[in-house]
């Protein structure tokens, strides 16, 4: 029952924390890459598209796979408005689209 600090970023993947690394290849992983911001900010842009009452944009949110698998994946569309969430986190039956955008992690 450690407290873990908030830097570097993680996230539970299978039941293990896990360091985020959303650097360049060869890069450190402390540091979010070009590719990577360059990327999600194109994402991030397809927001005010596809936000609607019946669905929104999550970004770098967790997202409950299983009791032990909450990733935080880049970008995920999901059912319903941000308020819905307001008593919960969504669920993988919650969303249509998960993007991870990854080139030195999996």
């Given at each position: 029952a450690e407290v873990l600090p908030a830097e570097p970023p993680k996230e539970l993947l299978n039941g293990i924390i896990v360091h985020k690394d959303r650097a360049d290849?060869?890069?450190?992983?402390?540091?979010?890459?070009?590719?990577?911001?360059?990327?999600?900010?194109?994402?991030?842009?397809?927001?005010?598209?596809?936000?609607?009452?019946?669905?929104?944009?999550?970004?770098?949110q967790p997202l409950v796979c299983g009791e032990d698998h909450m990733p935080e994946p880049d970008f995920a569309v999901v059912r319903g408005s941000d308020r819905d969430y307001l008593e919960r986190l969504p669920t993988a039956a919650d969303a249509f689209c998960v993007v991870e955008v990854a080139d030195s992690s999996y």
């Open positions: 290849d060869g890069e450190s992983p402390a540091e979010v890459g070009r590719v990577h911001s360059f990327i999600t900010g194109r994402l991030a842009r397809l927001s005010s598209q596809i936000d609607r009452p019946a669905r929104h944009v999550r970004s770098q």
